[in-house]
Structures are given as structure tokens and as C-alpha cells.
């Protein structure tokens, strides 16, 4: 059975960055694409970006070209996303997804001085 | 980009009544390999979306097949056919045609 674990709750101070894992197993992720989608309170699904850990070759939305930062670390069979300088705006649900059929549990990420 | 605009925004149903929701695409979303990846996603209050139909008609293993999809180029529609108590939440539809990912606005389904 394919599983996505996502690391526990964020809460981050203006300015500072924080770092998301997210734990595949029952699946190898350099066989395939792993994307992040965040969604504000209240809002509706926005696509970070994506990586395929098999050579590190990332894709990111415009808006998160300098918020996002996703690597892989295949020998764990993790994905990873940093987020940084990191605001009010910022605070969200983050989920990883590999293709959309599978779906971590989403992490939320309060940032709040 | 591309955009990809659902209506409604919000359906009121009854169980038991059929009911569709729209996505329209401001491009194309016909690959140059033939397909079509546009894909419908429910996401249930405090869960994550979880997949319903993918590649505009096919219905995602463990689906209802009171759902179906429709549709072609830039306008597509999701279909329930006898909606259910477990179907309310909010409906997305998503493209992956263009490199991107883009998600529509999403349609909340509520009980009337």
C-alpha cells in the first residue's frame, strides 16, 4: 500500500523558513514525480511545484519561484520542501502528492510573530 | 497560464438528484501525445482531495459509478448521477496538460 507521511505542524516567525518532509513508502519515488499543492484557509488548491527525485529536476509555479525549494532524498524515499522568508501570507496547508492519486495528509504551517 | 474556470461555484443538492459542474479552460488542453489530462478531485471537509476521474472519463479504482466525466479541448464536465451523503465537499478539476499544474476555483456541493 502506497503512503505519503508528512512531518508535524509548523509554527514559523516572520522572516524565518521552515522545512517540510514528506515519507513515501509501498512506492519508489524515483519512479515517479512528487508535487506540493498548498490551500490558504478557506481557499481553494494552488500547485507549488514538483521534483523528480531521480535527477533533482525541478518545476515551480511563477508565484513560488523564491518561496519554495524542493529536493529528494531517494535513499529515505523522501521529498522535501523549504519555505522561506516566510510571512503571514504564507499560512497554509501544505500537502505532497505523487501524481494525484496519492496524497499526504497536509501539514499546516502558521506563521505568526 | 492557464486558467481554469468552475461553475457553479456552489450546488445545492438532494439526495438522489443529479447534478454537473462545469470546467471551462482558457487554453487547450489537448497533448500533443493525444491525451487529455484534465482530472476531477473531491476533497471532503478536513481531508486531503482525493482522485475521482482522470483523463477527462475514467473513473479512478474504488470510484462510485455514479460519477462520471465528459468533455473535450477546453470545456469539461463532471457528472453525479444520484448524489450521495458522502459526496459533499468541495470538487476540483485540475490539469496537467501543460507542464503545470493548474486547479480550478472548485465547486462546494452542499445538501439542500
Known amino acids: 500500500e502506497v503512503q505519503l507521511q508528512q512531518s508535524g505542524a509548523e509554527l514559523g516567525k516572520p522572516g524565518t523558513s521552515v522545512k517540510l518532509s514528506c515519507k513515501v513508502s509501498?512506492?519508489?519515488?524515483?519512479?515517479?514525480?512528487m508535487h506540493w499543492v498548498n490551500q490558504r484557509p478557506g481557499k481553494g488548491l494552488e500547485w507549488i511545484g514538483r521534483i523528480d527525485p531521480a535527477n533533482g529536476n525541478t518545476i515551480y509555479a511563477e508565484k513560488f519561484k523564491s518561496k519554495a525549494t524542493l529536493t529528494a532524498d531517494t535513499s529515505s524515499n523522501t521529498a522535501y520542501m523549504q519555505l522561506s522568508q516566510l510571512k503571514s501570507d504564507d499560512t497554509a496547508i501544505y500537502f505532497c502528492?505523487?501524481?494525484?492519486?496519492?496524497w499526504g495528509q497536509g501539514v499546516m504551517v502558521t506563521v505568526s510573530s | 497560464d492557464v486558467v481554469l474556470t468552475q461553475t457553479p461555484p456552489t450546488l445545492s443538492a438532494t439526495i438522489g438528484q443529479s447534478v454537473s459542474i462545469s470546467c471551462r479552460s482558457s487554453?487547450?488542453?489537448?497533448?500533443?501525445?493525444?491525451?487529455?489530462?484534465l482530472h476531477w478531485l473531491l476533497q471532503r471537509p478536513g481531508q486531503s482531495p482525493q482522485l475521482l476521474i482522470y483523463l477527462v472519463s475514467r473513473l479512478e479504482s474504488g470510484v462510485p459509478n455514479r460519477f462520471s466525466g465528459s468533455g473535450s479541448g477546453t470545456d469539461f464536465t463532471l457528472k453525479i448521477s444520484g448524489v450521495e451523503a458522502e459526496d459533499l465537499g468541495v470538487y476540483y478539476c485540475?490539469?496537467?496538460?501543460?507542464?503545470?499544474?493548474?486547479f480550478g476555483g472548485g465547486t462546494k456541493l452542499e445538501l439542500k
Open positions: 509501498g512506492y519508489n519515488i524515483r519512479n515517479t514525480y
Open positions: 485540475v490539469q496537467g496538460t501543460h507542464a503545470l499544474w493548474t
Open positions: 487554453q487547450s488542453l489537448l497533448h500533443s501525445n493525444g491525451n487529455t489530462y
Open positions: 502528492a505523487m501524481s494525484l492519486t496519492y
